[in-house]
């Protein structure tokens, strides 16, 4: 069974920066894509950023691109979210989802398995 643990949310001030983790388990991952979606308060679940476990392509939502980075480790089977240079409007519950395909996907009904969920809230 597969299992998405996310982690490091937090609060923070605008400009600052988060690092979060998604630990995954219960499955080989190296033709998985890995993605994180954020939801704010009364919106819809939204796209962050997706990395291909295998090769690493990433790509990102226009509103983190050059702020955010996602990245693998394939030791730790975790997946980070770096997010730099932080805006109030990133606030919002962020989730790790797990797609058994490697071919790009940036809507929530593309993906199979997801963790929990950690806030994170931007201070302005």
């Known amino acids: 069974q597969v299992q998405l643990v996310e982690s490091g949310g937090g609060l923070v001030q605008a400009g600052g920066s988060l690092r979060l983790s998604c630990a995954a388990s219960g499955r080989t991952f190296s033709r998985y894509a890995m993605g994180w979606f954020r939801q704010a308060p009364g919106k819809e679940r939204v796209f962050v950023a997706r990395?291909?476990?295998?090769?690493?392509?990433?790509f990102y939502a226009d509103s983190v691109k050059g702020r955010f980075s996602i990245s693998t480790d394939s030791a730790k089977n975790t997946v980070y979210l770096q997010m730099n240079s932080l805006k109030p409007e990133d606030t919002a519950v962020y989730y790790c989802?797990?797609?058994?395909?490697?071919?790009?996907?940036?809507?929530?009904?593309?993906?199979?398995?997801w963790g929990q969920g950690t806030q994170v809230t931007v201070s302005s």
């Open positions: 989802a797990a797609r058994p395909s490697s071919v790009i996907s940036t809507t929530p009904l593309g993906y199979d398995y």
């Open positions: 990395i291909s476990w295998s090769g690493g392509s990433t």
